[in-house]
């Protein structure tokens, strides 16, 4: 006998009115994973710094028939990360995912950069992944029903890089808080990841993408896919990690590089 229910098959990549929590909803992953959620059918909140930002971004969607609200803060902000948890759970009536797409990074040298731009990286990329997830996952175990938490990581969290102190080091933190978090979140059914890509078009990386270049022709020599990553790449892995098909991963830290190798 065959142990494969049709009608768990059928549901198991299912996000339909789950209550989504988007970070960094106003940057180019960020605002494709708030999109690709709201267009099967999850209820989204968007979330990011910048209040004007996201109202436009909560535009655009709303001129594709995507509804979603937004809540502004700094998610390394305990106070603003309530209130942001707060407001989708007042909003929409509970909290189902979160998915963390922030990031900042400013490459410098260590010898050139200050320990306080040093520490606005890991506050940016470390500190407020554990702040917004501590949160979300407290109004999740409040609610007695599970829940998905999404971080993006990156390829850089196991490569060390020339003036990626900051940036290599949070990313690297985040794979062992999301290992870490998975054990102290599973007795409560919530399910703890990492999605960690290499480089994919966004306004910072756009210079990147220029094919007669050389950084872009180097990184092709270590990306057997044959082409840097593009936002649609990754959308699908969210919502894998969002669906009920991976109830029983946690604690992973899953490489969406196309391969990439080498530093
Ligand atoms: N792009 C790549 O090639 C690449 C590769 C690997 C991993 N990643 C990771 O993927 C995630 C998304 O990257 P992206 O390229 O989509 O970024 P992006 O387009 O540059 O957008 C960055 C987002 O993060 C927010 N943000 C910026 N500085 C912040 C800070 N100091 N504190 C909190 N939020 C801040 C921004 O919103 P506000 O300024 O409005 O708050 C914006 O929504 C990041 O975690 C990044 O490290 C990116």
């Known amino acids: 006998m065959i142990k494969v229910e049709a009608s ?3 549901r198991m990549f299912s996000v339909q009115d789950k209550v989504a ?44 028939n995507l509804a979603c609200e937004f809540a502004a803060g700094d998610p390394a902000s305990e106070a603003d990360a309530l209130r942001i948890v707060e407001f989708a759970a007042t ?7 979160l998915a963390v ?12 950069q200050s320990v306080e731009e040093w ?23 409040r609610q007695n029903s599970g829940g998905k938490i999404i971080i993006t990581s990156s390829a850089r969290s196991k490569m060390g890089m020339k003036g990626y102190t900051g940036y290599c080091a949070s990313k690297g933190g985040c794979d062992l808080m999301v290992q870490s978090m998975a054990c102290d ?13 290499t480089v994919f078009r966004s306004d910072l990386t756009e210079w990147m993408f220029d094919k007669e270049s050389a950084v872009y022709q180097n990184f092709l020599k270590r990306l057997p896919i044959g082409r ?13 990690l969002a669906s009920k098909a991976s109830d029983f991963l946690t604690g992973g830290n899953y490489d969406a590089t196309g391969g990439y190798w080498g530093n």
Request: net charge neutral; with cysteine; hydrophobic share 50%.
């Open 101 to 112: 797409c922030h990031g900042f990074n400013k490459p410098k040298d260590i010898l050139e």
């Open 185 to 197: 979140l599973a007795p409560h059914g919530i399910n703890v990841n990492s999605v960690n890509p």
């Open 91 to 97: 909003t929409f009536g509970r909290l189902d995912v």
């Open 8 to 10: 768990f098959v059928q």
């Open 119 to 141: 520490q606005a990286i890991m506050d940016a990329d470390l500190k407020s992944v554990y702040v917004i997830s501590k949160l979300s996952a407290a109004q999740m175990v």
């Open 228 to 240: 840097l990553g593009e936002v649609e790449d990754f959308v699908g892995l969210y919502a894998f």
């Open 21 to 64: 929590l988007v970070t960094g909803a106003t940057g180019a992953l960020g605002g494709a994973v708030a999109k690709a959620f709201a267009i099967l059918g999850a209820k989204v909140v968007l979330t990011g710094r910048d209040a004007d930002k996201l109202a436009k971004v909560k535009d655009e969607l709303a001129s594709g």
